[in-house]
């Protein structure tokens, strides 16, 4: 069993950066494959990032160049950098593992575990 506890959201203008943790629990966080999804109001449950336990990175079109998905697995950590923010980016942001440890997918039926969700607001 994983529990995954995202923090490091808030309010910020458009132009501003921000830094998303997210802390798993669990000994075999370094044999995950993590993700990081956000859902804007009235809108599904869209992919932002992925890692694979040997570090390979998938990112969606919309944040590729701006967003930077990285872990720390003395830490058991995941971070999402996000530069260069726009309102469009404006959505609750999960973090999901997966036992499978390959593959970077952007499918949400791919991940096991997700924490509970931090608010970005980016205003224009």
């Known amino acids: 069993q994983v529990q995954l506890l995202e923090s490091g959201g808030g309010l910020v203008q458009a132009g501003a950066s921000l830094r998303l943790s997210c802390a798993a629990s669990?000994?075999?966080?370094?044999?995950?494959?993590l993700g990081w999804f956000r859902q804007a109001p009235g809108k599904e449950r869209d992919f932002v990032a992925a890692?694979?336990?040997?570090?390979?990175?998938r990112y969606a079109d919309s944040v590729k160049g701006r967003f930077t998905i990285s872990r720390d697995n003395a830490k058991n950590t995941v971070y999402l950098q996000m530069n260069s923010l726009k309102s469009e980016d404006t959505a609750v942001y999960y973090c999901?593992?997966?036992?499978?440890?390959?593959?970077?997918?952007?499918?949400?039926?791919?991940?096991?575990?997700w924490g509970q969700g931090t608010q970005v607001t980016v205003s224009s």
């Open positions: 890692i694979t336990a040997s570090t390979s990175t």
């Open positions: 999901a593992a997966s036992s499978n440890p390959w593959g970077a997918s952007p499918y949400s039926s791919a991940y096991d575990y």
């Open positions: 669990g000994r075999t966080f370094n044999s995950y494959q």
